[in-house]
Each structure stands twice: as structure tokens, then as C-alpha cells.
């Protein structure tokens, strides 16, 4: 499946959220506040025409410097553009025409309803495996989000390599996606609907892992991860039995990252100074940390912190100078854990 499929599918067979087949393409996670309350700014022919999967904003963005690959009608973008201001900008890339108008149309529109003397967003034409043919800035931004894409994309090495160099040193690809519990057959891969639903061609989770190291993102972090309901009995039928997915990921970008959690006697106490984030910082789905509490933290848990735009709003204690093994209890977070916890649960209960 190509990029032909995604426009057709995109352009052509979806006019709106309503005809999804499966709720891949959905976002199940009740947004904060502060998301919902510039949710409610967005042009509805801008919602109606949202594929997302998961949210993707994450903490701190004022003034940031955003990109979105498969901004699509332009939601994720209109919503990033209210929470880093002004002075930030975002810039969204598609490949779909009907898609770029429904964004495009809304720009002046979205502009006057945030205030803005100037506008922050621009849209791009153009395919995500290919951003070196575009004219976008290396080492430039701070964070890029995608929401519901990189599944659609054939070569997701590209795409992982080129976000590492168009991310500046210490920003982020923050994404959402949908995950397979093993990889799909190719007679599944080339068929358009499970494609265009962001079914078939969403990756194994142990290959995602293996192409966000190779691409230089030594340290992926799940954040959110949901599993997917397929209720279509037609295209549960076709599955087979494999499992989905949708999670959210954080990949930052800093060489001194290690291939694994190691522990050097360090900790972080949080300000609790990150707007919506009062109480607690989540850095991923087993790092909550709460505000005015030491936290013991790895090295790379330090880096994601020290090394970042959160640098501010942590005090840091420790250095690297001992190191004393591997840290305790840090395994990989995976997108199906929570789905082998709650089958040994039962299993577990039903034994007794
Ligand atoms: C599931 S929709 C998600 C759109 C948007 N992120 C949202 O949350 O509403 C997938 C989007 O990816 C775009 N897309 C698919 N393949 C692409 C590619 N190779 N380059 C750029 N955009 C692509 C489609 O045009 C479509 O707008």
C-alpha cells in the first residue's frame, strides 16, 4: 500500500470522523482542560474532517517551534497554535489536497478567533517519507507531533531519520499511533480499507523499537497506550486475531542517551511550575512525578529533564560521576503490557 491509498482514502472515501469503519483512527482519552478548552476553538469543518488517534501535546510548548506530520485538516495544528503563542509557530505537512483545503481555508479564520496579530501556522504540501524534498529547517524544531500517520507510511525508517535531524538537540517527536502485537501479513498490508484505517500497516511494536533506535532515538518512552476495538465484524474476520494498539510515544533527541536505564545515585525534585501540570509532570506512562518530591531517577530519565526544554522546572541532585548498575525496576514500557497483565489476572482468577 502507497500513498495513492492514503489520498484516495483520505480525500475521496472519508468525508468526515462518521465514516470510519474501526475506531483506530479515534481518540478515546478525555483531553485536559487547557486541550478542550482550545478544542472548542477549532473551526468545526476542521473537527469534523480529525483521524486521530491519540493527543498530541505534550508539556511546555509555549513559544516552541512545532511540526506535525499528517496534520491533515489541520486540528492537532490549530489546537498546538493556541498553546505556544505567538511567538511559537506551527507547520503542518500533508499529502492529501481535500484534506490541505479544509486546513487551509480556516487560517485567517483561526487567527482572528485566537487574536493573533500575525498567524503562527503554515501548511505544506508534501509526503512525510520524503521531507528532505522539502524546504524545512534541519536541527530546527522543538517538537514534532504526528497523529494517525506514520502507520500509513511504507518506508517509517525515513521518516524516524528525518524527524531525528529536523528535531533540534533536546526536542522531541511526540506521537500517536496505532501498534500491532506482531507484524501483518503482507496479503493484509495490501488491502485498501484495513490500510486507509490504519490497520494494516501499523507496525510490530518490537520493530518500532528497533527503527526509533537505528533512527537515533536511543530511548523510546511510551506515554498512553489504549487497546483497539475492531467492531466491524468484516474486518475483525480479515485480522485474524492480531491485536492493536493505539499508543502515544516520546522520542527525544540527545546523543547522550543509553541503550539502557542506568543508575548513577541521581534524582529531580519538580517545581510544579508547567501550566496544566501543577500537580504532577508525567514523563511517560511509569514516571509521575510529583510536584516538591525527590524523585530518584536513571541517567537518561535525567537527560530527558535536564537536557530539555524542562530544564527550568526541575531542581537536579547527583551527577554522573558513580555509577551503580543497571536501575532498579525500569523495564521497557510496551503498548500490550497492560493487555498480558489483565489476561494473567484472569487467568489467575479463574484458577482459584
Ligand atoms: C488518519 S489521518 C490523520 C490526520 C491528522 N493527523 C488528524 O489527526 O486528523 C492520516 C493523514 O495522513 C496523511 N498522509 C498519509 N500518508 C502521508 C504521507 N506519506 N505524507 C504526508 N501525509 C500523509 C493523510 O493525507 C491523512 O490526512
Known sequence: MNIENSREYYGKVLSGSDDLRTDACCTAEAPPPAILAAMINVHPQVRARYYGCGLVVPQGIEGAQILDLGSGSGQDAYILSQLVGEQGSVTGVDTTPEQLAVATEHLEWH??????????????????????????????????????????????????AAAHGLLKEGGELYFSDVYADRRIPANLQNDPVLHGECLSGALYWGDFQSLAKAAGFADPRLVTSRPLGIGDPAIAAKLDGIAFHSATYRLFKLAGLEAQCEDYGQAVRYKGTLAGSERVFDLDDHHAIEAGRMFPVCGNSWRMLADTRFADHFEFFGDFSHHYGVFPDCGIAIPFASDAAAQAASQAASCC
Open 111 to 160: 487567527r482572528q478567533k485566537f487574536g493573533y496579530a500575525a498567524g503562527n501556522v503554515t501548511f505544506v504540501e508534501g509526503d512525510i517519507e520524503r521531507l528532505d524534498l522539502l524546504d524545512l529547517p534541519k536541527g530546527h524544531f522543538d517538537v514534532i507531533v504526528s497523529n494517525c500517520v506514520i502507520n500509513l507510511v511504507g518506508d517509517k525508517a525515513s521518516v524516524f
